[in-house]
C-alpha cells in the first residue's frame, strides 16, 4: 500500500516551454500533497505544500507564477513549469499524506522526474 | 525553529558489520521523526517514524532507531550491514518533513 506514482519520469525541454508533472496517489486519497526540488548530492527543498480543492502553500522564495500547482482531486496533483529555463532543471519528488492537517503522518513520495531544460 | 542535523556526509561500513547514522534534532513540541532512503534517481522510501511510545522504533529492511529525548538524537542502527544498504539516508521531522542535508551509506563487501 501507499504507493504514489509520477509522471513523466523523464522530461527533456527546450527552454520557454512549459512542463507538466504528475503526481498520483494510487491506493489512498491525499488530501496533502508535497512538492519537492532536489539538486544533485544534496537534501530535499519543499516548494510547496497543496491541499486538495484550495491554493498551493508556496515556501518562501519559490515563484508561485513560474510553478503551477494543482490539486484538483484526492488523488492527483500537478506541478507546472512555465515557460522553463535551463536553471529550472532539477529532480522533482512529490509525495502525498493521507489525512489532512494531521503532523504526524507519514509522507509516501513518487519516484521524482528529472527535468533538463536546454 | 525546526531543524535536523545529520552530521556525517559519508558513512563507510563493511558487509555485516553494525552500521549508525547520526540524525540530531531541534523541535518545539512533540519531535515527530521520521527515516527515509534514496536509492540512485529515485523517490524517497520511508524506512521508520517516531512518534510516542517505545524509544526503539523498528522499521523496513531491518532498520532500527532509537529516539533519545536528552540527547535529542534519533540515530539509523542495523545490526548487519548487507551491500545492497548502500544509499542516501535522510533524517526529517514533523509533518511539513524538514530534512536533514543526508548521509551516503557505502557498504563494501
Known amino acids: 500500500g501507499a504507493v504514489v506514482s509520477q509522471h513523466p519520469s523523464w522530461v527533456i525541454c527546450k527552454s520557454g516551454t512549459s512542463v507538466k508533472i504528475e503526481c498520483r496517489s494510487l491506493?489512498?486519497?491525499?488530501?496533502?500533497m508535497f512538492w519537492y526540488r532536489q539538486f544533485p548530492k544534496q537534501s530535499l527543498m519543499l516548494m510547496a505544500t497543496s491541499n486538495e480543492g484550495s491554493k498551493a502553500t508556496y515556501e518562501q522564495g519559490v515563484e508561485k507564477d513560474k510553478f503551477l500547482i494543482n490539486h484538483a482531486s484526492l488523488t492527483l496533483s500537478t506541478l507546472t513549469v512555465t515557460s522553463a529555463h535551463p536553471e529550472d532543471s532539477s529532480f522533482y519528488i512529490c509525495?502525498?499524506?493521507?489525512?489532512?492537517?494531521?503532523?504526524?503522518?507519514?509522507?509516501?513520495f513518487g519516484p521524482g522526474t528529472r527535468l533538463l531544460v536546454l | 525553529a525546526q531543524s535536523v542535523a545529520q552530521p556525517e556526509d559519508q558513512v563507510n561500513v563493511a558487509e555485516g558489520n553494525p552500521l549508525t547514522v547520526k540524525c540530531t534534532y531541534s523541535?518545539?513540541?512533540?519531535?515527530?521523526l521520521f527515516w527515509y532512503v534514496q536509492y540512485p534517481n529515485r523517490g524517497l522510501q520511508f524506512l521508520l517514524k517516531?512518534?510516542?511510545?517505545?524509544?526503539l522504533v523498528k522499521g523496513s529492511y531491518g532498520f532500527e532507531a532509537e529516539f533519545n529525548k536528552s540527547q535529542t538524537s534519533f540515530h539509523l542502527k542495523k545490526p548487519s550491514a548487507l551491500v545492497s544498504d548502500s544509499a542516501l539516508y535522510f533524517c526529517?521531522?514533523?509533518?511539513?518533513?524538514?530534512f536533514g542535508q543526508g548521509t551516503e551509506l557505502s557498504v563494501k563487501p
Open positions: 526529517a521531522v514533523r509533518g511539513k518533513l524538514i
Open positions: 517516531y512518534i510516542t511510545g517505545d524509544n
Open positions: 509525495s502525498a499524506r493521507e489525512l489532512a492537517g494531521d503532523e504526524r503522518e507519514t509522507q509516501y
Open positions: 523541535v518545539s513540541g512533540n519531535p515527530y
Open positions: 491506493d489512498f486519497q491525499a488530501t496533502t
